[in-house]
């Protein structure tokens, strides 16, 4: 499973609900009406991470595919058909924005996390040393996501856990927490 994340922010002038109702019409008109591959999406309000406005308040949202074949068809369903006027609503509204690719590595592909817990491999770790040190997190339920081909700004990894945890000893995280905009509710 691949996900396309995509950070973004609003213009100045654009009060917050209004943003965030322009966002969700979008992730409903996707939902009603989804690409080839597309498996669902969720869209978050986040504040610290360096790689979106700065770490001021922003946006992120999560577009989970089978896979990287998945990509071209989202990118055309986006802005086609019943998604068009939802999609350009939103992004006339938007300050700016940056994406990434990410493979699910190890865990559960949550649709309602409350925290993303953004990290690089330490120095001295092997992937495989990672990966067990993370195990017993994945194996409760947290999703571990990999940046795929360096493409992105954010970190190389990416823990999705539905509340705090203790990361293994030597792991410097930067802890987002997530407030749910889409799916409402969450």
């Known amino acids: 499973m691949l ?21 969700a019409q979008f992730h409903l008109a996707l939902r ?28 992120e949202d999560w577009y989970l595919l089978g896979s990287s074949a998945d990509l071209d068809p989202l990118n055309d369903a986006a ?6 006027l939802p999609h350009d609503q939103a992004a006339a509204a938007a300050a700016g924005g940056t994406a990434g690719l990410y493979r699910l590595r190890a865990g559960t592909a949550s649709s309602s996390p409350r925290q993303a817990w953004w990290f690089a491999k330490p120095e001295g770790w092997s992937y495989s040393l990672l990966h067990e040190r993370l195990r017993p997190l994945t194996d ?13 700004p954010a970190r190389e990894f990416c823990l ?6 203790q990361l293994p000893v030597g792991l410097d995280a930067n802890c987002l927490d997530l407030r749910a905009v889409f799916p409402r509710g969450v």
């Open 32 to 59: 009603a009406s989804p690409s080839p591959g597309l498996t669902g999406s969720a869209c978050h309000a986040i504040t610290g991470a360096p790689w979106a406005n700065d770490g001021r308040d922003a946006y």
């Open 79 to 84: 802005v086609s058909a019943t998604r068009q």
């Open 160 to 165: 999705h856990t539905s509340g705090p945890v």
């Open 140 to 152: 409760a339920g947290a999703g571990l996501w990999g940046r795929q081909m360096t493409l992105g």
């Open 3 to 23: 996900a396309y994340v995509f950070w973004h922010w609003k213009r100045a002038d654009i009060p917050v609900a209004d943003y965030e109702e322009r966002l």
